[in-house]
């Protein structure tokens, strides 16, 4: 299984430390899929503001119809969502 090193939240600087602070006061942590990409702060903003178009900007679906493709794709995939 590959292995990808994660920076910490109490090891984090800078933009990723804003990353994280953000992280903490949405969800009250920090999830793995933001830690995952900690080692490219700049990737990371650009995951999560694509994330947000896609799940949190108004659009043709509701906001329970886009949670649910998510979950069904994820599973497909073999991925824990």
Known sequence: ??????????NST????????AAMKRAGYVAGIIKIMSQD?????GSMGFYGSLMKAKNELS????????????????CFY
Request: hydrophobic share 40%; proline share 10%.
């Open 1 to 10: 299984m590959p292995f990808i090193e994660q920076i910490e939240p109490e």
């Open 14 to 21: 800078g933009r990723l430390r804003k990353i994280y602070d």
């Open 41 to 45: 702060p700049r990737s990371a903003e």
């Open 63 to 78: 906001p329970m119809r886009r949670e649910m493709l998510a979950a069904v794709v994820s599973n497909v995939n073999d």
